[in-house]
């Protein structure tokens, strides 16, 4: 697929058999000076990279990357690869942790009815019925820092936010879906997925392409910051 001729260096549209709207974000794994374009139609998301040599992003530009980040509950057909899913879980561990200790491990989950009785299960995961996949994301309390709770929900959490926007890089549209500390989510998706006692179900992220394309946005307040003292 040939871009070059209409890729501008801020958002743009083009029709070219469905309208695309281009959003450059830079990537630094890839080097400068290329950049990944999301392209974004009904379906499929696809992702190309181009080389542009005059490539200047703006501040604003990489913000609006984050603040493009949703929720995304409903999807559209198309499978997560495995190159996606190895991508995905790289930025996972790619996240802060209390004195390096990585106490969060995932389960990956691909079966349809695995799927369904999260979904189930979980009072906020009706969705997982039609995500192509679902990531557990668990802490091992053994493994986190002075083996405490707090460290391991605050490193996982950093994890999951991680894998967010990792999707939202790749075109995938990913939800949260809460599972700690709710305990009947907790003992639910414990059996479920025969977790070890030291194992703890933090939140299962459902995974699929966007069937539903959110506004950007920042829940910016700044009744909601204290300078120097409360
Ligand atoms: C701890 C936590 C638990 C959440 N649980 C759910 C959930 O069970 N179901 C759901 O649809 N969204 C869940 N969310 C997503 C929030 O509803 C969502 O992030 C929030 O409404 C802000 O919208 P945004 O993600 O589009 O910016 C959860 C988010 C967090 C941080």
Known sequence: MVVTG?????????????????????IQSLGAPWALLRIESPV???ILR???NDMSITIDEKLDFIFGR????????GEVSEAMLTKLLKAAMAAPSAMTKDPWRFIVVRDTSTLSQMAAALPGGKMLSTAAL????????EAAFERQLSFLLQD?????ENLLLCAHVLGL??????VHPDETSVRQIRQLCSLPTAVIPVAVISLGFPGEQPESRTRYNPDYVHFGKW
């Open 6 to 26: 209409f890729y501008p260096p801020s958002v743009g549209q083009q029709e070219a058999g469905a309208r695309f709207l281009c959003r450059p974000a830079p």
């Open 44 to 46: 499929p998301v696809a």
């Open 50 to 52: 181009l080389r542009d």
């Open 70 to 77: 949703r929720s995304i509950r409903v999807y559209a057909p």
């Open 134 to 141: 679902a990531l557990l994301v668990c802490g091992d309390l």
């Open 156 to 160: 996982c959490s950093a994890s999951i």
């Open 173 to 178: 549209g990913a939800c949260w879906v809460g």
